[in-house]
């Protein structure tokens, strides 16, 4: 196992049962991301890609196999440790955004800082500075319906954000976004991967996982590419997709 | 009944129209109500309550109704008039006379006769004794074909032979006495020993009285056996009354409605005599239908409190279920659907709801009746007074209340269902909140219009003091002002201060207008408390963020009161809809439980004021009562002030109809004694000056407060000032009176009008019996053991001697029973409430799913989940009951103690009653949220995530 990894993924495998109808979503999964990584995982609709972020973050139960973060096998948590330690380890970023809508721009960004055990004024300057850095300043106190589908992806962001993770999730966040808007939450992302946060995103769009170190490549719930990029990589990632 | 059913036809046709003729809207409506056949369920449990509310209070209205009637079958059968005889001699003659009435109208006369006794049982074992029976002289042959149905005269057998009696069933059953047994009978100053042939039934002749009881302690005896009696009466007591009684062709209660003709018959027949002529029947019938009536307006209005929650409920069930399915109708809209055709969806959906909750809530509607009925019978049944009640359910009545709840129902569903159609499609396809509705030109329009409804409305009810117009003027002036002033000032503040106007408004209005308040209907107050709580529940609404601030100051740290606050105050229609539903039920429960509470305190006070001078109350037979020298020569006895009570009629100022009311005469000794307490003095300076002046001015009366109320809703309320003529029934000597005064209700002692004793004997000569008294008693002597020695001693002059301070305890017990009948029946509100809550909560849970799937993912624990639904449903419960109890107060406040509508009752509140209603109603509304609440608990983030996405 490598010391520098923060996620140890290893022969993780996931079922969805229906009746008597069962499908393996996950076989064995198998990945260790290094601590400051930038991980895409990519391939087609149903190929199991967010069942894989669902299963490694701890969002989603497993069949067999086990996962680690800094070392602790979460899946062996309780379901109230394994809340914990996601309020206080990980950020997520979800493609429909998932803002609470009866909350402001800054309440929502708060809220992790608080379950996370902030003090309350400490959590409202956190929100607000982590809310200006991704240029919201102005749009504090709107409630999500007032907002664009870019400025709540960008509170989304620094919800996640917010708390100082250890690691992302992030399950196709440019999805509902026009091109303009993606490569804005991108860029934003860049940055704070290159400030050191691990992030594993979830995505169909070969110019988003350009942005990325490490693209996986996963179908029908196997894990059938595992490299690393470099700069420039799109055309390099789009060969790659379509050879898949 | 068909028309009724033909209105629920006429609105369902456009419904099962789409159902049959247009596949794809019955495809929407059916697979949309059938989707989630447990939530369907609870929409439909948390609608029926209305219909079962509406059925409830007609089911009461039909037993009342029908328990009248069957009186008049007990009592009467086939008498439909009485022709009462002023003596002996007249009675043969009239008997005469009535032998040539037209056969076509009338199918019987019968001569009767009867005085009041008392009876005894039992002589060398252990007596037992009936002071107020009475004798009945019949011929059992004549009675045989008096009427068309012989067994509804109740007589069967031979008429009974000298020294011997038939008597009924409640008079064997109180002596424990059957056929052969031997009955002693006291009249006029002798007893008779009578053997018992055999025992009738309650029905019909046998059955025959008119004291108003619910049972007929009768003596059977053949006519010259009871003519032998009464020729022994002594001077001074009353004579018997001697009745011809006429059957009319046709049924018990058909042939009530030949009366007029007949009574015309007979007065012609009986010109020259002109006895009073009675039209029993159809008066017993009348007051059937007007206490139905009264009964089913009573239920109803303190139900509609009730009904209106459950309409709330609805429309905000239909505003959940819009905004869930909002992308699916922006798609159909999208896809081609008409805008009249997704409203025919949405509510061909909502019909399939309300026929079901309504047929459901009907059938409820009649078992709650049941309960009902049972309940009340035994607040209709004290130790002295008695009502039985024959459960009733009318076709009619079912199919009535079936299509007021159906229509209602369809109506808001329909309504709801063309709001719910205007939407934008991409709006709605994108799930992007709607903008600020635009300010049409229209509803300044409107407003103006109803500023000046308002306005006019209010001009007029101030000159004739009408409570409805002086209520809702101004409140439609305050809405109409909403669009215009909304216009010209920050529009929360605007509605705020109109809100608040409303609010005080209603409950100023009594204080401001007192002479209002009187006599004003229940469905007065419905109107009321209505208008206030939407103005209260408005208000809150509109300053929800300033308790939302104040809360987050409070607990802005505790992530699950956060939450739990977000939703209902983001959401304000919404929380308005169901605090609205809380607020109106605990409204009205908070104003019966005061009421009776306040009533409750009056026991000491009431009985003080009853009592006068006096502790106990005496009453004897008429034909053998007790002597006022015997009675006031009784140990313990300090001293007595005698009473005499006849049957008159009253006549009210330009008005020609009659009245039979009781009226009791009273004499200077009352006055020594220390007479009750009066209601209204009017212009006299103590009590005693008016009772004074009362006894020397044969032109003046004391008013009973009670005077043509029918133990309903008071729609006539006598005043000091009332111009009224009263008349002896049987003679027709009349005096033009005016009321002096108002006394005190005296509950079971029943005085009725009280007039001196002069004036009176001038009207009702020797039919002034002074068989009932006042007794006071000298210090330290038991009023209750004294009651009980005094009736053992004059045993045999029909006398019944109560402590008047137990009569006025068991009177309140009556009426408190009353008040916790109608709690009862208020409190199936609630569970509108209730129900509604746990509807509100489970719909949530579906709504919210995404969201708590990313609190989750977040951090939120799962309990903190629960927890703020619970905060959320402990917040719109409370915020509901205390509006509602808090407006109630208000309101009684300014009825008790800044009007006279509620006479002497003192302001006071029931602290403890209050808690444990409020608390209650808290306590089970978070009852209601368990389920929903752990059913939010048990969401599995990334299932909640991927599901949704």
Redesign the interface.
């Known amino acids: 196992m490598n010391d520098n990894a923060i996620l140890v993924s290893e022969g993780v495998r996931k079922i969805y049962r229906s009746g008597a109808d069962s499908i393996v979503a996950l076989h064995g999964l198998d990945l260790v991301v290094p601590q400051g990584q930038f991980v895409a995982v990519m391939g087609p609709s149903g190929s199991g890609k967010?069942t894989l972020l669902?299963c490694v973050s701890g969002?989603?139960?497993i069949d067999a196999g086990r996962v680690l973060v800094d070392g602790l096998s979460i899946h062996e948590l309780s379901?109230?440790e394994r809340?914990?330690?996601?309020?206080?380890e990980?950020g997520?970023i979800?493609?429909?955004f998932?803002?609470?809508?009866?909350?402001t721009a800054t309440?929502n960004v708060e809220?992790?800082l608080?379950?996370?055990g902030a003090?309350?004024t400490d959590a409202r300057v956190r929100a607000r500075e982590t809310l200006e850095r991704v240029g919201l300043g102005h749009r504090l106190d709107r409630?999500p319906?007032?907002l664009s589908g870019g400025e709540q992806q960008r509170v989304a962001v620094a919800?996640a954000l917010a708390g100082e993770p250890r690691i992302v999730w992030a399950d196709e966040p440019t999805g509902n976004l026009d091109s303009e808007m993606a490569a804005a939450v991108i860029a934003l992302l860049g940055e704070l991967h290159a400030e050191g946060l691990t992030i594993i995103l979830v995505t169909h769009d070969p110019t988003v996982a350009a942005h990325a170190d490490r693209l996986i490549t996963v179908r029908d719930g196997r894990l059938v590419e595992d490299k690393l990029l470099s700069p420039p990589l799109e055309k390099e990632v789009r060969e790659e997709v379509s050879v898949a | 009944m068909s028309a009724m059913l033909l209105i629920a036809l006429l609105v369902a046709s456009p419904f099962l129209f789409i159902l049959a003729r247009r596949p794809i809207l019955r495809r929407l409506a059916v697979r949309n109500a059938a989707r989630r056949p447990r939530e369907a369920m609870l929409v439909i449990l948390g609608s029926l309550l209305g219909a079962a509310i509406i059925t409830g209070s007609a089911v009461v209205g039909d037993t009342m109704d029908a328990s009248i009637r069957q009186a008049a079958r007990q009592h009467l059968g086939p008498i439909d008039e009485l022709v009462v005889a002023r003596s002996a001699g007249e009675w043969r003659s009239i008997q005469g006379r009535l032998r040539a009435l037209p056969t076509s109208s009338v199918d019987g006369v019968v001569p009767l006769a009867s005085f009041a006794t008392a009876t005894t049982a039992g002589a060398g074992g252990a007596l037992r004794t009936v002071p107020n029976a009475q004798v009945v002289g019949l011929d059992f042959d004549a009675a045989h074909v008096f009427g068309s149905a012989g067994a509804a005269t109740g007589v069967f057998g031979p008429t009974p032979a000298p020294g011997h009696a038939a008597i009924t069933t409640d008079l064997a059953r109180a002596l424990e006495l059957g056929p052969g047994g031997e009955i002693d009978v006291y009249a006029y100053g002798r007893p008779s020993t009578l053997t018992v042939d055999r025992v009738l039934p309650r029905v019909g002749l046998a059955g025959f009285s008119l004291t108003g009881q619910q049972e007929a302690r009768n003596v059977l005896v053949s006519p010259s056996v009871f003519s032998a009696m009464a020729h022994r009466r002594p001077a001074g007591v009353a004579p018997p009354s001697w009745y011809v009684a006429v059957s009319n062709r046709g049924g018990i209660e058909s042939g009530a409605s030949l009366s007029k003709e007949v009574t015309r018959s007979i007065e012609q027949a009986t010109a020259g005599i002109d006895p009073q002529v009675t039209d029993v029947k159809q008066q017993f019938l009348d007051v059937a239908d007007e206490t139905g009536k009264t009964f089913t307006q009573m239920f109803t209005a303190m139900g509609s409190f009730g009904v209106f929650a459950g309409l709330l409920l609805l429309i905000n069930l239909f505003v959940m279920l819009a905004s869930e399915r909002k992308s699916e109708l922006g798609m159909a809209r999208a896809v081609g659907m008409r805008r009249s055709q997704l409203v025919g969806a949405f509510a061909t959906e909502g019909f399939i709801y309300a026929l079901l909750a309504t047929l459901l809530g009907t059938a409820v509607g009649v078992g709650l009746g049941r309960v009902l009925v049972a309940w009340s019978q035994s607040a209709f049944s004290s130790e002295h007074n008695r009502f039985d009640l024959y459960f009733t359910v009318k076709p009619d009545s079912l199919a009535q209340s079936f299509v007021v709840g159906f229509v209602v129902a369809v109506a808001t569903i329909v309504v709801m269902s063309i709001r719910v159609s205007r939407l934008n499609i991409i709006r709605a396809i994108r799930d992007i909140a709607e903008p600020p509705p635009r300010r049409r030109k229209r509803w300044l329009y409107a407003g103006f219009a109803a500023v000046a409804l308002g306005a006019l409305w209010t001009v007029s009810a101030t000159a004739s003091k009408e409570p409805f117009g002086l209520l809702l003027g101004p409140t439609l002036v305050f809405v109409g002002l909403a669009p215009v002033l909304t216009r010209i000032a920050p529009a929360r503040t605007a509605a705020s201060v109109l809100a608040a106007a409303t609010v005080t408004w209603g409950a100023l209005v009594f204080a401001l207008f007192p002479d209002s308040a009187e006599g004003a209907s229940i469905m007065m107050y419905v109107a009321q408390g209505i208008v206030m709580t939407a103005g209260g529940v408005a208000f809150a609404t509109l300053q929800l963020d300033r308790l939302s601030s104040a809360l987050h100051r409070f607990g802005g740290r505790v992530l699950a009161l956060r939450l739990g606050l977000a939703y209902p105050l983001a959401r304000r229609g919404r929380t308005g809809l169901t605090v609205s539903m809380y607020a109106l039920v605990v409204f009205i429960l908070t104003f019966i439980t005061s009421i009776s509470f306040m009533i409750d305190n009056q026991v000491s006070a009431a009985t003080a004021d009853v009592s006068g001078g006096a502790q106990v109350f005496v009453r004897s037979s008429a034909a053998n009562p007790v002597s006022i020298s015997a009675l006031t020569q009784t140990p313990g006895v300090d001293g007595v002030a005698p009473l005499s009570q006849a049957q008159a009629s009253f006549a009210l100022a330009n008005s020609p109809e009659e009245h039979f009311w009781p009226m009791t005469a009273y004499d200077s000794s009352l006055l020594q004694l220390g007479p009750p307490a009066l209601e209204d003095r009017g212009f006299y300076r103590t009590d005693l000056d008016a009772w004074t002046s009362v006894l020397s001015d044969p032109n003046l009366i004391i008013a009973d407060p009670m005077f043509l109320q029918q133990g309903g809703p008071p729609n006539f309320s006598v005043k000091v000032g009332d111009r009224m003529t009263i008349i002896n029934p049987l003679t027709g000597a009349s005096r033009d009176v005016a009321v002096a005064a108002v006394a005190t209700g005296d509950g079971l002692i029943a005085n009725g009008m009280l007039y001196g004793r002069p004036g009176a004997h001038q009207l009702f000569g020797d039919r002034l019996v002074p068989s009932r008294s006042y007794v006071s008693l000298v210090p330290g002597m038991n009023a209750e053991t004294f009651a009980a020695n005094l009736q053992s001693e004059f045993i045999t002059n029909g006398t019944e001697a109560f402590s008047i301070a137990a009569l006025t305890d068991e009177a309140f017990s009556m009426t408190h029973q009353i008040f916790q009948l109608f709690q009862g029946y208020l409190a199936m509100g609630l569970l509108v409430g209730i129900a509604g809550i746990a509807v509100v909560m489970i719909r949530a849970v579906r709504e919210r799913r995404r969201q708590i799937g990313t609190l989750r993912a977040l951090g939120f624990p799962a309990h903190w989940v629960g927890r703020s639904f619970a905060i959320e449903a402990a917040y719109i419960a409370l915020q509901g009951t205390l509006i509602g109890a808090l407006l109630a107060l208000l309101t009684l406040y300014t009825i008790v103690a800044r009007s006279d509508a509620m006479g002497d009752v003192t302001f006071a509140v029931p602290y403890v009653q209050l808690a444990v209603l409020l608390g209650g109603t808290v306590v089970a509304s978070l009852a209601a949220t368990i389920a929903p609440a752990m059913s939010a608990t048990r969401i599995k983030p990334a299932v909640a995530l991927r599901m949704t996405s």
């Open positions: 967010t669902n969002l989603d139960e379901d109230k809340t914990r330690h996601r309020a206080k990980m997520f979800f493609q429909a998932n803002l609470i809508p009866v909350f309440e809220l992790p608080l379950l996370a003090r309350e409630r319906m007032e919800r």
